[in-house]
């Protein structure tokens, strides 16, 4: 069992930055994928950036690449997501989640593949 708890989220000005934080309880953490999903008012939750168990791989939306970066730290049971240059269109509530299954190397996109959810975080960008 897994519980996430995100942090970080606020509201900021287009082309400011801003830097996720996803606390994960149990020992098991470190030995699952982690993704960074997000969902707009009215759309459905979309993949933003994902990383493998070990952290040795990372996949990116295209809607995000070279703006955001996804790391973490096993020590400190965390996942981050920084993210620079940000746009309006970036407004969402942001979520991590942990893979279903432990171990995987391929990073999932699917909402479905993630059995561990946070409670979510506003980032809201002003134009």
């Known amino acids: 069992q897994v519980q996430l708890v995100e942090s970080g989220g606020g509201l900021v000005q287009a082309g400011g930055s801003l830097r996720l934080s996803c606390v994960g309880s149990?020992?098991?953490?470190?030995?699952?994928?982690m993704g960074w999903f997000r969902q707009a008012p009215g759309k459905e939750r979309e993949f933003v950036a994902g990383?493998?168990?070990?952290?040795?791989?990372?996949r990116y939306a295209d809607s995000v690449k070279g703006r955001f970066t996804v790391s973490r730290d096993n020590a400190k049971n965390t996942v981050y997501l920084q993210m620079n240059s940000l746009k309006p269109e970036d407004t969402a509530v942001y979520y991590c989640?942990?893979?279903?299954?432990?171990?995987?190397?391929?990073?999932?996109?699917?909402?479905?593949?993630?059995?561990?959810w946070g409670q979510g975080t506003q980032v809201t960008v002003s134009s």
């Open positions: 989640a942990a893979d279903d299954t432990s171990f995987r190397i391929v990073i999932a996109t699917e909402p479905g593949r993630y059995g561990y």
């Open positions: 990383i493998n168990w070990i952290g040795g791989s990372t």
């Open positions: 149990g020992r098991t953490f470190r030995s699952y994928g």
